[in-house]
Structures are given as C-alpha cells and as structure tokens.
C-alpha cells in the first residue's frame, strides 16, 4: 500500500498565519511608495512570488520572516520607481497618483469579483492624502524609499540600509532631504469639518454655475491639475488661477448635461466624484488652505477609476 504524498508545504499553520498576515502592511508599504495600487498588488504579488519560491529550509533558516517580506517588497518597489520615471516622463498630461475610496463607500460589487476592498488593507491617514503622495512624488526613488520606511513606517535607519544598498548614513541623508521636500509643501490643514463644508460649497457652486461662487471658494493662486492618461480629454497642463479654473469647470458642466457630482471620501478627505450617465468620469481631491482650496486633482483615466466605477452607488 503506497504511501499518501506529503503536502506541498508542510509548515505549521501559526507560522503560515504569520507570513501571510503580513500582507496589509506591505499593501500600505507599496501603495505609499508607488502611488498606484495596481502596482502595489503587483509589487506584493511578486514578493510573496519570492518567498514561496525559497526552500522549506530557506524559509525556516530566516530569523524574521516579516523582516524579509519588507526588504524584498522595499527592493521590488524600488526597482519599479525606477522604470515608473521614465514611464511618467511619457505620460500624456499630469500623471497623479492613484485615488482611494474610503471603506465605507465600498459595495459589494468588488468583493464578489474575487478582490477585497482596497479600503480595508490601505490605512487612510495623512500619508495617503493627496498632498502627500504628490510630493512624494517629487522625490528621487532613493529619498522616497529612505523617508516613507523611516519617517512613515519607523523603520531604523541600518534597515533601511539593508534595503537600498547603502549606507545608513547615507540613507539618513536621504530622509532629510524628503523631509525638506515634505516640509517646504505643508500647508495649514483645515479642521476636518471645515474641509467637507468648504467642498459641499464647492459642489453646489459648480451645479449652480455659479462662477462667483467658484472664485470665492478658491485660492487666487488656485491650481487644478488633471490626469487622462491620454485615454479622456482633459486639459493637459495645470490650470491656474482661481477665475481661470472656475471657468473651466463651468465649461465642463455645459459641455456635460447630466452630471452628477457625489461628496465622497477621497484618500481620507473631503472629495467630489463625478458621474455621468451612471459611470465614474472623474474623482477629485482636494487640498485646503484655511477656508479657501489651493490644490484640485481630478483623476479622469479610467485605469485609476478601476474601484470607483465598481464601488460607486448611482
């Protein structure tokens, strides 16, 4: 009588539970570096690729399994920032990161197509605010790595070290210069509740027409940048002035009968999405400066609206 074959992987369940537990976190980890969620899931996809391609004896031989999983996920995300540049100096128009919904605006709709809620393994807090992201933006591959895994994520300087390749020293260097970055873009951010009236006010203005209802909510020195990835129209340059934008989106509004504007969490703050004929056209964040809006980014590619067309009630 044949003996039954061993399991594939003959680990103990605690131990399993523990790597796979770690998924969250490298989730978060990635959408903050990358500022697409579709290539956080890949990046993390391919780490755990890595991880189940070791040996039981490598993987057991590995003190801190948790450990590996971020210094290979760090690696992957660093290597994609690095084709990501070249790909965004392509890009048709302004390239904004990837927006959020928040998890209670998410419906089933997703999860029965066999992917859970984004909401649920992204943290909303001000590190995925827009703001953020986009200066994150702004930083080499190197000064983001270095600055979201220690300033972000507490991770110690001879860690981070291990990830990129240098230095600690070096990489402390390389935080200080983020944090610069980070500090030179900080704006007083209005109390939560004055965010979602000044964009309740925002909204009723633009569905009234109101053009001097728009300037008066706007910064003068207001700028609105959108993102089609070349597959929507949409203006291809930045927007600036707070008559010039408030024209605009009027312009929209004429040129787009139907329109419906939604007040929607975006990234963890106050946000618009827009629907037309009951599909997500666009989602809009905000940044805020006292009680006027200094910062619009309105998302228009489709291939960034992926969540908000499946998750949005019409």
Not at 131 to 141: D, G, Q, R, Y
Not at 224 to 250: F, K
């Amino acid at each position: 009588m044949s003996t039954p074959p061993e399991p594939a992987h003959d680990r103990s369940e605690p131990a399993l539970s523990a790597v796979v537990g770690e998924r969250r976190r490298l989730i978060n980890l990635a959408y903050r570096l990358l500022g697409s969620l579709a290539e956080a899931e890949d990046a993390v996809q391919e780490t755990y690729t890595r991880w189940y391609a070791l040996s039981q004896r490598q993987q057991e031989a590995i003190e801190s399994p948790g450990a590996w999983l971020t210094t290979v996920a760090g690696r992957v995300c660093l290597d994609v920032l690095g084709s990501a540049r070249a790909r965004r100096e392509r890009y048709v128009g302004t390239w904004i990161p990837e927006p959020l919904p928040d998890r209670t605006e998410w419906i089933s709709g997703r999860a029965s197509g066999g992917r859970s809620d984004p909401a649920d393994r992204i943290t909303l807090d001000e590190s995925v605010s827009m703001a953020f992201l986009v200066v994150l933006e702004s930083m080499t591959p190197a000064e983001r790595v270095a600055f979201v895994l220690h300033d972000v994520f507490r991770y110690s300087f001879a860690e981070v070290a291990e990830i990129l390749g240098r230095s600690p020293a070096a990489c402390r260097q390389l935080a200080s210069s983020a944090r610069r970055r980070v500090r030179a873009a900080q704006a007083p951010v209005a109390p939560a509740a004055g965010q979602a009236g000044l964009v309740r006010h925002f909204k009723e203005a633009w569905e009234a027409r109101d053009i001097g209802a728009l300037v008066s909510l706007l910064d003068p020195d207001a700028t609105m940048s959108a993102d089609g990835g070349g597959r929507v129209g949409t203006v291809l340059r930045p927007v600036e002035g707070s008559e010039r934008i408030a024209q605009y989106l009027i312009h929209i509004a004429d040129k787009a009968p139907g329109l419906k504007l939604l007040e929607r969490t975006v990234n963890g703050r106050p946000g618009l999405v827009a629907q037309h004929t009951g599909v997500t056209v666009t989602v809009a964040a905000f940044d805020l400066a006292g009680d006027r809006i200094t910062r619009i980014w309105a998302v228009r590619n489709p291939e960034k609206l992926r969540a908000w067309t499946l998750s949005e009630p019409t």
